[in-house]
């Protein structure tokens, strides 16, 4: 037998026949994650139905040096979980179970396959919710957003993935089980939980997550406002801020973004709008009402040319419709779209809005912008045909262009989507060879034979040499 | 001149002679931090007055091969800030400095030896603190907050440090340095920032951290409550959790710290009460009123046999005076007290605290319980004299028992506290071999030379054989 044919067959005693996939034509769906500028197919798909089965086929591929990719929805945005082409790639979505809930400890034992609204759900019986929202929540999973640490709409107030849970337990590359974490809120020693929340897969394979649930707001309310520049929009986010209020979310739209989402969703955004502000507020009823109207006045002081507050949830609902399907909603404006996710501090707003129209222009391609305002973090929708090899280079070099303009201006490179594949060039922009050479270590501390999702995430330099000679490595492409 | 000369010699031309003390006598107040069960006397305390000093003292240690111990206040309750006796104790209390404070990103960048309780009377002008809040917070430095990972009367609602901080400058323990974190939620690759957080002084020496502040509250009110059992108390603690509060601090005393305490500040405690409730809410006025008098009706229906709400500001810091001197009013009970840190599953709270009581029993020595019980933090205190050596066994075993008896229950060795080298023994009884290793993994990424602290937070075993062959190395004592 071939290697790879020995590799397979071991895997189909581990997992069974109908939980291997060789075939190439079964293979496409597991091609790329939501980034498809980036595909490839690897050796195998394993689809693995327990822990045990998990440390199993980690064991094999340790054996066999072996790449191993992790998968969970595929809704990334970083082509984090596109497979290697030498490799198994690792789907979790057979881990799907809610362990239990524990409603006076306000905790969720889950695994990673659920996908993170059908923890709410759960939870929902005993008047509690998971905080992180990300747009995807229907389909994303929870075992992706501890690996890219997903925030959300609601990560202003709530935190992100890594705010919202307690403890993980996972399998490193050669199989062995940790628990990191704990029922506290601290617990001893260096805090790996956080270190593998955002991992995006580099460090080990979580195959069980507690998860800290919160009581459900009594009520929410939304502010709509929309400005006759982006500027003024700009300031009305400061105004808040200053005011002392921290809302539930703060969302930007500009013109672009605003259009397409009311072609689909009709909202009632004002189409004539430079930008909307899209303000939630949550708590108890008096608290809401008092910020509501507070936010509301800020908007008018700052210039606002339209105020709705959300008359009752339906309505509010319908308010965030809009948002929530704003990246579908631009993909209709061109045959594809690149969403790109840098942060900056927020009183960059306006400069870094104007300087992303101005490199459109230069790029000759389209961009809508959606912002989590409220924590700086932009999500420029840059639009292009992919059948066209000149938009899909200028497509890239834009988005370089604006994640470059980010740590300019004093952000960084990834918001909440993470490094994957896309990004592993940018990461010189950001970080020093001494940070860079740290992040090398730790990932070789937790996976010596750097065949966790490599090629992703943290580049690998200080080894190459070292490695280049060894035969079936695939630490940088 | 011997070794220790040119150390001395060439600490002095970095930092002056004023900033370097060799003089046993001088060394006496550096020689342990607040857990004066362990003591010793460095080779010399260095004290930096700037970035660039601190980065010298670190290269000319790395030259010399020298350890280095970092110490803020010294209000560390594991011995973590105890000196090597062949070291160099690295005080960070010059680097006190606001660096400037951004109302509008709510953030203020300090140096590590700012006192904790300073920055929030920084930010006051602007309607803005400073969230986390150590009994210690007159005196203990951010930079040992960092390094502990602190937390606080208020971290069930706020959360610890590490959820209250952005980025950190720190120098390696070869003189490299590094920014972690950044001005957003998250930064891209894995969370450094929150790795160094808590590390306690082992993976490299924080200059620079840059702090979220968070809008005063428009109000606070607390409701103090009386239980004629621990039961009651502990049922009481649950319910106001069930009921979807989130109070801003939730703490439980005992009867001896009860009647300690009152003896100390007359803050109106029952002192016939088996355990009493400090429950705080804070928020908008209306917000307040709604959950305050939630809590003390949740307080009466599980038989509170007295219930107290504060009717105005002084009436509030009155209730909570008792609580936050606490410490010392037990520290008047006996010569001395071990104050120990561990937390436990809530649910577990009235079993372990008759088990606190048995063992007291077991070892002749009296236990005074302080418990943060919203989120599962003990902080029992054991008197003993610590000119009797016996009872000084006692006090150690004592706290180990209770220590064992949190993580047999779910919990876990130290809640805020920290290892140090208090806990140091313990780590095996918390962490498996692999999570051992790879904790040690992460240090010597950090700190090749094993220099930072050596002896504290991390047991190191693997590298033993190896270092033990090279002179002057001091890994393990």
Redesign the interface.
């Known amino acids: 037998m071939t290697s790879n044919e020995v590799l397979v067959s071991r895997l189909r005693e581990c997992l069974g026949d109908d939980h291997v996939i060789v075939e190439r034509e079964l293979q496409r769906p597991y091609e790329c994650d939501a980034l498809p500028l980036y595909r490839e197919l690897p050796l195998a798909v394993a689809l693995p139905g327990s822990d045990t089965e998990v440390q199993q086929v980690l064991r094999l591929c340790h054996t066999l040096n072996i790449p191993v990719v992790a998968r969970g929805a595929g809704t990334g945005l970083c082509g984090g979980a596109m497979p290697h082409p030498e490799g198994v790639l690792l789907v979790l979505s057979r881990l799907d179970g809610i362990i239990d809930i524990d409603?006076?400890?306000?905790t969720a034992r889950v695994q990673p396959g659920v996908a993170n609204l059908s923890i709410s759900e759960a939870a929902a019986p005993h008047?509690?919710y998971y905080a992180p929202d990300p747009s995807s929540q229907i389909a994303c999973t929870i075992g992706g957003n501890v690996a890219e640490?997903s925030?959300g709409v609601h990560?202003?107030k709530y935190?992100?993935t890594?705010?919202n849970i307690l403890s993980l337990t996972l399998y490193?590359s050669e199989g062995?089980?940790?628990?990191?974490g704990?029922?506290?809120?601290?617990?001893?020693?260096?805090?790996?939980m956080?270190?593998m929340?955002?991992?995006e897969g580099?460090?080990g394979i979580v195959t069980e997550i507690t998860v800290q649930l919160?009581?459900?707001p009594e009520i929410a309310k939304v502010v709509m406002a929309g400005f006759d520049s982006i500027t003024e929009a700009g300031d009305a986010v400061?105004a808040v801020?200053?005011a002392?209020?921290?809302p539930a979310g703060l969302e930007m739209m500009d013109r672009l973004a605003v259009s397409a989402a009311e072609d689909f969703s009709q909202a009632g955004y004002p189409r004539e709008a430079a930008a909307i502000l899209l303000c939630e507020v949550d708590?108890?009823a008096?608290?809401v009402d008092?910020?509501i109207s507070q936010v509301a006045d800020l908007f008018r002081q700052q210039g606002a040319a339209s105020v709705v507050i959300s008359v009752d949830e339906t309505h509010r609902q319908l308010l965030w419709r809009g948002r929530k399907s704003a990246f579908p909603a631009v993909g209709r404006l061109a045959p594809d779209y690149y969403c790109m996710d840098g942060?900056?501090?927020?009183?960059q707003l306006s400069h870094v809005l104007t300087e992303i129209h101005r490199l459109g222009e230069q790029y000759g391609l389209g961009v809508a912008n959606v912002f989590h305002a409220g924590?700086?973090?932009l999500h420029p929708l840059i639009l292009f045909d992919a059948s066209k090899p000149e938009q899909v280079s200028n497509a890239k070099h834009f988005g370089e262009s604006i994640l470059t303009l980010s740590v300019k201006v004093?952000?960084?490179?990834?918001?909440?989507h993470?490094?994957g594949i896309e990004?592993l060039g940018m990461?010189s922009e950001?970080?020093?060879q001494?940070?860079l050479n740290?992040?090398e270590?730790?990932?070789?501390?937790?996976d010596p034979g750097l065949r966790l999702n490599p090629g992703k995430?943290?580049p690998i330099l200080k080894r190459c040499q070292e490695y280049r000679a060894l035969p079936r490595q695939h630490t940088h492409d």
């Open positions: 409603p006076l400890a306000r008047g509690l640490n925030g990560c202003l935190g992100l890594v705010n490193t062995e089980k940790l628990v990191v704990g029922a506290g809120l601290d617990s001893p020693a260096l805090d790996l956080a270190l929340t955002g991992s580099l460090l919160l009581p459900s400061s801020i200053s002392g209020i921290i708590g108890t008096e608290e008092q910020h942060t900056i501090p927020r009183h924590d700086g973090n004093g952000g960084c490179i990834s918001g909440e993470g490094v990004k990461m950001q970080f020093s001494e940070e740290l992040l270590d730790i990932k070789h501390a937790f995430g943290v």
